[in-house]
């Protein structure tokens, strides 16, 4: 399953999923924890975006959580 790190206890932690509904798990049910190396923009998508727009962007994604 992937998704981001939402939040964390010493005995559950929560995923973020792609479709923005959370998934809470406890630590027993968990195999693995492994950070991903890639990004989850699509491949190249920053060349199609005018400079504007990459920064509207930027500001967006650093926004408050919801």
Known sequence: MYGLLAAETAGSITLKLLDGTRRTFLRS?????EGGAASLMPEGLEA???????????????????
């Open 29 to 33: 049910q968990v195999e693995a924890l």
């Open 48 to 66: 199609a975006i005018p400079p504007q727009g990459m920064a509207d962007l930027i500001a967006f994604l650093r926004g408050p959580l919801r």
